[in-house]
C-alpha cells in the first residue's frame, strides 16, 4: 500500500460511479483540497482518496506504508487519448510546406501525398523499426501524464502490411503498462492499386481483411474514415456490419471535411465514439441525442490543419459529453501531448478548464470503452495518475500551455 499525502488538489475524485459526464454538468468538477491518495501497488487499484484530516485519523491502520508528499502539487487523473495512429514511419514536413503554402488536406491527398506518403514508408518499414518508433512516441505520451490510448492501424492498407502494423500494437499492448486497445482501420484510404476500384477495396476489406485480422484477435475496434473524398456511407456500413460480426465495436472518422452522413451511420452501428466532428448540424446533433456514441474532438488536427472549429458548445448546449483526443499521427497532428490539447480546447473552442478536464480523462475513457476502470479518481478504480510539479490552481494545466506540467507519472499504482 502506498499514499500520496498533502495533495493541494485531488482533481476528478468522486465518491459515486463516474462513466461519462455530458452538458452543463462538465462545467462542475470536483476538486479535494488538501487530499491524500490511498493505493494498492499489487492490485493496481485505488483503495482510498479524502482530507489530510480524514487521513490523519485512518493512517494509524497503514503503520509503515510509503509516503510520498505532494505538497503544493495536484493530483489528476491520467489522460485517455481515445484517438491516435502512432504506429507510422517517418515523417512528413514536405507536405507542411504545402499546407503553409495554402494546399487543403484534400489536395494534398489529391497529389498522391498525405495517407499515401505514410503507406509507401510504412510497407518498407520492418515491425522492429515500427515498434521502436511507437515505442518512443507512447512514452514521450506518458511523461505528458497519458495513461491509456487506442492506436490505429491504416497506413499498411494491403493485408499484409496491415497486419504487420496491428501486430505492433500487440506487442505494445504486452509490453507497456499503459491501457491499450487497437483499432482496425483499413479503411484509412483507398491503397494506389485500387485507385478507381474503391468497391473493389471495400470487397478486400470485408472478405478478408477483417477475418484475418479476427483469426489473430488483433483488433478490438473497426474504423472507417467516412468523408467526403475517402469512404461513403455505404462502404462505410458494409465495413461496420463485417466487423460487428467478429464483436470489432465500430470508433469512426466522421464529418472532418463535410457533413458526410458519418455521424448518422456510426450512431446506428453503435459506435463508441464519432470522431474529428468539424462538420455538425441539427441533424448530426439530434442523432447523437439518441445514443450512446461520445462525440469526440481533435483539436490538434484541426489547429495543424486550419481546419473550421467543431461546434463544441452546441453540442454540450444540447447536453451532449464531449471529448478530446491527440489524434496523434504524421499527417495532421504531430503531437500527442494531451496538456496541449486541453489548452487549444479553452483557447480555440471556448470550453472551460473543467470542461477540458473531463473531455480528455472520463470522457475519453468512455470513448474507449474503458471508463468502468479508468477516467477518474475512484475507489477500486486503477490507480493511473499524475502529479503535477508545484501549480497554483488546477486551471494552470490548460493555461500554461507548451510545457510540460507533469512530474511524476503512476500507472497501475505503479511509479513511471
Ligand atoms: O485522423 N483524417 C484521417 N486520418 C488522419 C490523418 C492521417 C494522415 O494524414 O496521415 C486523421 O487526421
Ligand atoms: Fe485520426
Not at 2 to 30: E, F, H, W, Y
Not at 31 to 58: C, H, P, R, Y
Not at 137 to 160: F, V
Not at 230 to 248: C, N, P, Q, S
Request: aromatic residues 10%.
Amino acid at each position: 500500500m502506498k499514499v500520496i499525502t498533502n495533495i493541494k488538489g485531488l482533481v476528478q475524485a468522486s465518491d459515486r460511479p463516474l462513466r461519462k459526464v455530458c452538458g452543463k454538468d462538465m462545467q462542475k468538477l470536483s476538486v479535494v483540497e488538501n487530499a491524500f491518495l490511498l493505493f494498492d501497488e499489487q492490485t493496481g487499484k485505488i483503495v482510498d482518496f479524502g482530507s489530510m484530516e480524514q487521513w490523519k485519523s485512518l493512517s494509524q491502520q497503514y503503520a509503515h506504508i510509503e509516503e510520498t508528499d505532494a505538497s503544493g502539487r495536484f493530483v489528476f487523473p491520467a489522460f485517455c487519448d481515445s484517438h491516435t495512429h502512432i504506429v507510422y514511419a517517418g515523417s512528413r514536413e514536405i507536405e507542411y510546406n504545402d499546407k503553409i503554402r495554402g494546399l487543403s488536406y484534400e489536395e494534398i491527398a489529391k497529389r498522391g501525398g498525405g495517407i499515401l506518403n505514410s503507406v509507401d514508408r510504412l510497407r518498407a518499414a520492418s515491425e522492429d523499426e515500427l515498434f521502436d518508433a511507437a515505442w518512443e512516441r507512447l512514452q514521450e505520451m506518458c511523461a505528458y501524464g497519458t495513461g491509456a490510448a487506442e492506436i490505429k492501424s491504416g497506413y499498411g492498407l494491403d493485408l499484409k502490411s496491415e497486419l504487420k502494423m496491428l501486430r505492433v500494437i500487440a506487442r505494445l499492448k504486452q509490453k507497456s503498462p499503459m491501457t491499450i486497445r487497437a483499432n482496425f482501420l483499413g479503411a484509412h484510404a483507398v491503397p494506389r492499386e485500387y485507385i478507381g476500384r474503391q468497391t473493389e477495396y471495400v470487397d478486400l476489406i470485408v472478405n478478408e481483411m477483417i477475418p484475418a485480422v479476427a483469426a489473430e484477435k488483433l483488433a478490438d475496434f473497426v474504423d472507417v474514415f467516412c468523408d467526403k473524398g475517402f469512404f461513403t456511407v455505404h462502404d462505410t456500413e458494409r465495413i461496420l456490419e463485417a466487423g460487428a460480426k467478429y464483436g470489432m465495436k465500430p470508433k469512426i472518422h466522421a464529418n472532418e471535411l463535410a457533413l458526410s452522413g458519418g455521424i448518422q451511420v456510426g450512431v446506428k452501428y453503435g459506435a463508441l465514439s464519432v470522431d474529428h466532428l468539424e462538420y455538425v448540424g441539427k441533424d448530426e446533433i439530434a442523432a447523437l441525442k439518441d445514443s450512446e456514441t461520445m462525440p469526440t474532438v481533435l483539436p490538434g488536427a484541426a489547429f495543424f490543419l486550419g481546419m473550421p472549429l467543431s461546434p463544441v458548445r452546441d453540442m454540450m448546449e444540447a447536453g451532449l459529453p464531449v471529448a478530446l483526443a491527440s489524434d496523434y499521427n504524421p499527417g495532421s497532428s504531430p503531437s500527442g501531448n494531451m496538456q496541449f490539447v486541453m489548452s487549444l480546447g479553452c483557447v480555440r473552442y471556448r470550453m472551460y478548464p473543467e470542461e477540458v478536464v473531463h473531455a480528455t480523462t472520463i470522457n475519453t475513457a468512455c470513448a474507449l470503452g474503458v471508463s468502468d476502470s479508468l477516467g477518474s479518481i475512484e475507489r477500486g478504480k486503477t490507480a493511473n495518475f499524475y502529479i503535477t510539479k508545484k501549480i497554483p490552481t488546477y486551471e494552470y494545466m490548460p493555461y500554461s500551455f507548451g510545457n510540460n506540467k507533469v512530474e511524476t507519472v503512476y500507472l497501475q499504482g505503479k511509479r513511471i
